[in-house]
Nanobody, 126 residues
Framework: QVHLVESGGGLVQTGGSLRLSCTASGRSFSRYTMGWFRQVPGKEREFLAALTWSGDSTYAEDSVKGRFTISRDNAKNTVYLQMNSLKLEDTAVYYC???????????????????WGQGTQVTVSS
């Protein structure tokens, strides 16, 4: 089990950028696959990106690919989500999550993740 804490959310104008961080406590962070999701009220949690311990990554094709980048620093037990060209529809609570799974085709499923952070709010304004 790993404890996750997100940070870096806030208010940004359309077209702007934010970098979210998710810091993990507990051993073996470097062996986890880390994912980012977001959620708006009344909707299901939406997959954004995932990064395995070996460096393989996968992104949500339509909504964020080309604008968002996931990365990790195992020495700091931290995974990042760099978000560029932000749009109004990117407004949501953003969550990081951890799983032992590594098969990329499974990583968009929130049910495949074992541990979750508390979330950080991102608000994009015009």
């Amino acid at each position: 089990q790993v404890h996750l804490v997100e940070s870096g959310g806030g208010l940004v104008q359309t077209g702007g950028s934010l970098r979210l961080s998710c810091t993990a406590s507990g051993r073996s962070f470097s062996r986890y696959t880390m994912g980012w999701f977001r959620q708006v009220p009344g909707k299901e949690r939406e997959f954004l990106a995932a990064l395995t311990w070996s460096g393989d990554s996968t992104y949500a094709e339509d909504s964020v690919k080309g604008r968002f980048t996931i990365s990790r620093d195992n020495a700091k037990n931290t995974v990042y989500l760099q978000m560029n060209s932000l749009k109004l529809e990117d407004t949501a609570v953003y969550y990081c999550a951890a799983t032992w799974r590594v098969v990329l085709s499974t990583l968009a499923d929130a049910d495949k993740y074992d541990d979750w952070g508390q979330g950080t709010q991102v608000t994009v304004s015009s």
